[in-house]
């Protein structure tokens, strides 16, 4: 039986019937590596290169059982030596989600709790905080972005005073979508930011061009959203196989080759795919950990899903 030709579901279903290797492909037995970690350039504060997104995975409204098995996904993500989590107000009811599983996970790493403010009016802006903080249960976030550029003037500016007073460490600006990289990179150029978001993965290379190499020159730090780009790499590539030279740099499926294509590149800080599964929270964050593939495997990588 070929393992990499195998859905990540029917991998699961292997590996919990014990006819495959675990997630990650380790022995049962075998003590899991450090994760990777990267460094935040304004302060050097070191962040795991890989975080948790929840658009979708998060919004699951007021049912106990999604709730509690997204419960279960956080833990995982702790237990793995994650830390970031990203939210935003546009993510439905994903954020009274967090704060629900925020209380309920046991013994969790260090959160780096990071949001946005997604809203065309300045005082909606403000409203929007408030709710983040009441709904998380932080009184300080660690990371407040300005989404998609929507008025980001205003926010921006709002942004700096809410870091010069405390109530946020870090602030930074996204993006999806590759949507207006021109005005992207204006701002990335004008601004004293810490971190940007934008998308990125092995199709989507775009920012490969100028905003990766601006973030790198600015000292900006890079979370990189959409990795698999909202599951659309599994559905091109997942049914063909895996190449063995994968196992050159610890990828032992898709989804560890797609995010370790990512997490190899110099100037990522860090990605933050998202799941509501714990199998797939434990896959994904095995990549963090072992060699990633140089500038030649990078490319090499590139040649081989392109002929596909």
């Not at 997204?70 to 970031?84: N, P």
Request: charged share 20%; proline share 6%; glycine share 8%.
């Amino acid at each position: 039986m070929n393992t990499h030709m195998l859905s990540r579901r029917r991998m699961l279903a292997l590996a919990a019937a014990g006819l495959a290797f675990p997630l990650g492909g380790l022995p049962l037995a075998a003590a899991p590596r450090p994760i990777a970690m990267r460094p935040i350039p304004s302060t050097g504060e070191a962040i795991p290169v890989l975080g948790m997104g929840t658009w979708i995975t998060f919004n699951v409204g007021s049912s106990s059982r999604l709730r509690d098995e997204r419960v279960k996904v956080l833990q995982a993500f702790f237990d793995h030596g994650g830390r970031m989590v990203d939210s935003s107000p546009m993510y439905g009811s994903a954020e009274d989600v967090m704060g629900y599983c925020l209380k309920r996970v046991r013994d969790p790493s260090p959160l780096f709790s990071a949001t946005k403010i997604w809203t065309s009016s300045d005082a909606e802006g403000e409203v929007q905080m408030q709710d983040s903080e009441r709904l998380w249960g932080e009184s300080q976030f660690d990371l407040q972005q300005v989404h998609n550029l929507l008025n980001w003037e205003f926010h921006l500016a709002r942004l700096k005073e809410w870091k010069a007073s405390g109530r946020i460490r870090y602030l930074g600006i996204t993006t999806s979508h590759g949507r207006r990289h021109s005005d992207f990179a204006d701002v990335m150029q004008a601004e004293p930011l810490d971190f940007v978001q934008l998308t990125y993965n092995i199709l989507d290379r775009e920012v490969e061009d100028r905003l990766l190499p601006l973030a790198a020159d600015r000292g900006q730090a890079v979370i990189v959203n959409r990795p698999f780009q909202r599951g659309g790499l599994f559905q091109s590539f997942g049914h063909h196989p895996l190449p063995e030279w994968a196992r050159e740099f610890g990828a032992r499926n898709w989804a560890q080759f797609f995010l370790k294509f990512v997490l190899s590149h110099p100037a990522v800080t860090c990605a933050i795919p998202a799941t509501s599964q714990v199998g797939h929270m434990e896959e994904n964050m095995a990549a963090a950990r072992g060699p990633m593939p140089d500038a030649a495997m990078r490319r090499r990588m590139i040649d081989y899903v392109e002929r596909l």
